[in-house]
C-alpha cells in the first residue's frame, strides 16, 4: 500500500497544488492557458527531443509495446467515433468524442508516473506511448479538418492539415531529436543544458496546469462524458492487457507499462484542439475532470494488482 501511495501521492499532490491555487486566486484566470502554453511550447518538447536525441531507434521501435498500446488506443476511438458518428452525424464532433475516450495524459502523468512506479525503465514506454498519442492526436485532426472544412476544395483541406500537423510542436520536437540522433553530432553544452532546463520543467508544471484546467466550467452532455470517461478508464486498459498478455506474451516491465499507460485520464490535448477550431468544448473538459478523479482509484488499483497485492 505504501508503495501505491508513493507513487500516486506526488502525481496527485501537484494537481492538487494547482487546484487549490487556482481556487484561492494564487494563480489568476489565465494561469491555466498561459502554463499550458509554456508546456506545449517549451517544456514538453524539450523533454520529447532530450530524450529522442539521446536515444537509439532501437531502443525506441518496441514494436510488441506499440502494437498493445496503440491498439487498444485505435480501437477505443473508432468504437467512440463510430458510435457519436451514427447518433449524430457530424464528423468533426464524433472526432473529438473518440479522441476524448482514447487520448491518454502520457505527457503530462505518464512520464512522472511511469517512471516513479517502475524507475528510469519506464521512461522508454512513456515516452514511446507519448509518439503513439500524438499520431491519434493527428488522426483526429485530419478528421476534424475535413469535418469543418467540408465546404473547402480538397487541396485546400489536405494544406490545411498538413500546415496544423507540420506547425505541432509536440510532433515536431520528437522527429527532430530522432534526426539529430541518427546525425551522430553532439549537441552543445550550453545549448543541452537549457534543453534540460526546460525538460525538466515540464512535469511538475503539467501537472499543476491540470489541476487549475479542473476549475473551469463550461455546460455539457452528462451521460455522454461518464460513457466516454468509463471507456478511458475500464475499456482501454483492459483492452490493452488482452493484446499485451494474452496476445503477445510482453515481459513484465512492458506489460506493465502499457496497463498503466492506458489507464491514464483523458489529457488536455483534446480539449485545446477543441478550442483551437472554437468548438463546444464543454463535454471534453467534463471527461477531463471525471477521469482525472476516476483514475486515483483506478490507477492505485492497476499499482495494487501490479505490486501483487
Known amino acids: 500500500m505504501f508503495y501505491v501511495i508513493n507513487v500516486v501521492l506526488p502525481v496527485f499532490a501537484l494537481i492538487l497544488l494547482g487546484y487549490v491555487s487556482g481556487r484561492t486566486g494564487k494563480l489568476g484566470k489565465n494561469a491555466s492557458t498561459e502554463l499550458n502554453r509554456f508546456v506545449i511550447w517549451l517544456a514538453l518538447p524539450a523533454q520529447l527531443f532530450h530524450f529522442a536525441a539521446n536515444s537509439t531507434w532501437q531502443s525506441l521501435w518496441q514494436p510488441e509495446f506499440i502494437e498493445a498500446f496503440g491498439g487498444a488506443g485505435l480501437l477505443v476511438y473508432c468504437l467512440i467515433f463510430g458510435i457519436s458518428w451514427w447518433r449524430k452525424r457530424d464528423l468533426a464532433l464524433a472526432s473529438f468524442s473518440g479522441l476524448s475516450a482514447s487520448y491518454s495524459n502520457t505527457g503530462y502523468m505518464g512520464i512522472p508516473l511511469c517512471i516513479l512506479a517502475l524507475g528510469q525503465d519506464g521512461l522508454a514506454p512513456a515516452v514511446i506511448s507519448t509518439f503513439i498519442v500524438f499520431a491519434l492526436f493527428a488522426l483526429a485532426t485530419v478528421f476534424i479538418e475535413i469535418g469543418m472544412l467540408s465546404h473547402k476544395k480538397p487541396h485546400e483541406i489536405g494544406w490545411s492539415v498538413l500546415k496544423s500537423l507540420c506547425t505541432n510542436p509536440l510532433l515536431v520536437a520528437p522527429v527532430a531529436g530522432l534526426g539529430w540522433s541518427l546525425s551522430g553530432i553532439a549537441l552543445y553544452a550550453p545549448l543541452e543544458q537549457v534543453i534540460s532546463f526546460l525538460a525538466a520543467a515540464a512535469s511538475p508544471c503539467a501537472l499543476v496546469s491540470i489541476g487549475l484546467f479542473l476549475l473551469q466550467k463550461s455546460e455539457f452532455n452528462s451521460s455522454e462524458a461518464w460513457f466516454i470517461s ?75 494488482w501490479n505490486k501483487g497485492f
Not at 250 to 269: D, F, K, Q, R, Y
Open 230 to 304: 468509463i471507456a478511458k478508464l475500464i475499456l482501454q486498459p483492459c483492452l490493452a492487457w488482452v493484446i499485451a498478455g494474452p496476445i503477445l506474451d510482453l515481459s513484465e516491465p512492458w506489460l506493465n507499462a502499457v496497463v498503466i499507460l492506458s489507464a491514464l485520464p483523458t489529457g488536455t490535448g483534446p480539449f485545446m484542439l477543441a478550442q483551437y477550431y472554437d468548438a463546444n468544448s464543454g463535454n471534453i473538459s467534463r471527461v477531463v475532470l471525471l477521469t482525472t478523479l476516476g483514475s486515483l482509484l483506478t490507477l492505485s488499483l492497476i499499482l495494487m
